[in-house]
DNA sequence: GTGAAAGCGCTAACAT
DNA sequence: ATGTTAGCGCTTTCAC
């Protein structure tokens, strides 16, 4: 522990070389024969070396390393941006590392600050809210965003079409045959929340169905407020057949509550959720769920800031993903006494 | 994206003072008259100065980061662990930065290089292999492991008394009546996995239960891994009427697995966890489980760093932490045909 | 091919 | 109370 790490220097003084000929073995740039060379490269091998990347950097080269800040990044859909992230970025050769910010714990004022000092770009998984924007817009290294949801801001960011993946969701309940569809929000402060709830009211509103606003809870993307408004939901003297919840968190309260109630998924209670989480799969019923590849658009923001580095821009500003819905146990046609089927479990089957 | 961030020397140059001015006001060392020192500091504010830690760190100082490396920073441990150390090292003016490693992509040589460049202490999240330990080992700035199996090592590490937390679950159904209690185990070659299966058999037989080896099914502390365990426990032909899984993850995948075979929880089936993940008490019937204080590991972990910072070893190497057993909604009494209840239940009552 | 000089942003140590 | 010098580990630029 009181090892100092080996340094250029050291390396190059037991090879006999000066340091700039050491750097250069060591970043593969020409201008070195074989021989010494791979000398170089055996004698930092066996002191251990490791190049200090932020001394790289502050010598104005670039440091290979890739920042990430989070809000919170054990929720589903971060983590699994972060996977995807880690791993295309040390497939090129670089490293990543994570600036969690923690709820309650004030962080620095510009949360991109410290990243930028040590970082060649900054992937931001952040709410994408004002309050963060602004120091992201002017960081000194290229930023790109990876959300949830997407403002049609003129910002590198990458997203998925939350409006046709709600409207899958819920046209996979219609075409099953559910009438009372319930909607549990996301946090409306959220693009991605507006945007699957509007995709929830335009398909309820082209397919005629009841728009009733009593169907319709507010939640904010965890399990414990999916799990309240699902209670909310349950209770009601109507009761909806099939609930779709803004995010599989949600979702998977909206199971619990069921489980709770000894309402049977999916055969009193349909269930749809948003974004294919390892953990939505993993539950009994697993849910149907609407996908978006969360560890394709890491590694996408990735190759995207990479680009960025060398001077590209992206082409244009959003990147969208696609989302495609994943159907398994949760959902089912009604069947309780309530539902009447007729025609519209019909067209279910031959969709299916 | 092209601002360059403002240096020192911009805010030195601007309240016309020396860098080293400027410095001291900075960072609340003493030699700076009030006046020039406010001056200063408004200055910093307006042209959005952050120091560079890692230009701090180069020249020999502290760079007042904390760096924490870890194998799978979503799994609800290591989160929780992360959130209580970022909480804490905020709260002492440091920064925390995450490495994480992922699994199927090869890390650094050293696990620990990138972030003993940058930060002043690194925690380590890691399975206590001898893969790691070397390199923590041997490291330049102050390393502790924070890890769920702490093998007696002489190597600052935090863990939590895994052998009597198992106790402490199984002894828990023993008093419920239980007699035939399944176990499934944790990645064998963790300690902490190993503890906890001792625990299990100790109690087994001091409480002169059945030992039956058919009663304990590998797992992996995954929830796959849980649920393909107790399928097979479910599927014997004297099934056990519980199930101590070694951990939170592995017992969600119990309750999934009975839920898909119809086996009701708790009335037909018992089920503890391990770690009191935020999960287990999400699903329902929430699980009980044998609670260990993450948050707390990670916060304490934090403070010893920084207290071996500043010069102080551990007084011990090993800080165990205790565990308590969480009773919730998935363990009862037996009730099944299967089940003699006699005095054991009685006993349980008046445990509980 | 190889090396010397200068400097990135900052702070100890030593001035004044 | 304030400034100067030197140097952390590295790379750029410009020699040879």
Redesign the pocket.
């Known amino acids: 522990m009181k090892n100092?790490?080996?340094?250029?220097?050291?390396?190059?003084d037991v090879a006999?070389?000066?340091?700039?000929?050491?750097?250069?073995?060591?970043?593969n740039?020409?201008?070195?024969?074989r021989?010494?060379?791979e000398e170089i490269l055996r004698i930092a091998a066996k002191l251990g070396?490791?190049?200090?990347?932020t001394?790289?950097k502050?010598?104005?080269?670039?440091s290979r390393i890739i920042g990430l800040v989070a809000i919170r990044m054990q929720n589903p859909f971060t983590a699994e941006v972060i996977t995807g992230a880690v791993r295309t970025a040390r497939t090129a050769g670089y490293e990543m590392l994570v600036y969690s910010l923690v709820e309650g714990v004030e962080p620095q004022p510009s949360v991109t600050h410290l990243l930028e000092h040590i970082a060649d770009g900054v992937i931001a998984v952040l709410p994408y809210s004002g309050r963060y924007l602004k120091s992201l817009a002017a960081a000194s290294v290229p930023v790109i965003t990876v959300e949830d949801g997407i403002e049609p801001l003129d910002f590198p960011s990458i997203g998925c079409d939350n409006y046709r993946g709600a409207r899958a969701a819920v046209e996979h309940l219609a075409d099953l045959g559910h009438r009372r569809i319930g909607f549990i929000t996301g946090h409306e402060s959220l693009s991605s929340a507006r945007e699957r709830r509007r995709g929830y009211l335009d398909v309820l509103s082209e397919r005629r169905l009841p728009r009733d606003d009593s169907l319709i809870a507010e939640g904010d993307y965890t399990q414990r407020g999916g799990f309240d408004a699902a209670r909310k939901l349950l209770s009601l003297s109507r009761r909806p057949t099939a609930i779709f919840a803004a995010n599989d968190d949600a979702a998977m309260g909206v199971l619990s509550a069921a489980q709770k109630l000894q309402v049977r998924v999916p055969e009193e209670l349909s269930i749809v959720g948003f974004d294919d989480s390892p953990q939505a799969a993993q539950v009994h019923p697993a849910i149907t769920t609407v996908r978006q590849p969360m560890q394709e658009m890491g590694g996408s923001a990735v190759n995207m800031l990479l680009a960025m580095m060398a001077g590209i821009e992206p082409a244009s500003p959003v990147t969208t993903f696609p989302t495609e819905l994943v159907v398994r146990g949760s959902t089912a046609p009604p069947s309780g006494p309530p539902a009447k089927r007729s025609k519209s479990s019909r067209a279910a089957r031959t969709e299916r």
């Open positions: 100092r790490l080996p340094t250029l220097a050291e390396v190059a006999g070389v000066s340091r700039m000929t050491a750097s250069r073995a060591l970043n740039q020409p201008g070195v024969s021989a010494v060379r070396y490791t190049v200090n990347r001394a790289q502050l010598s104005g080269g670039k």
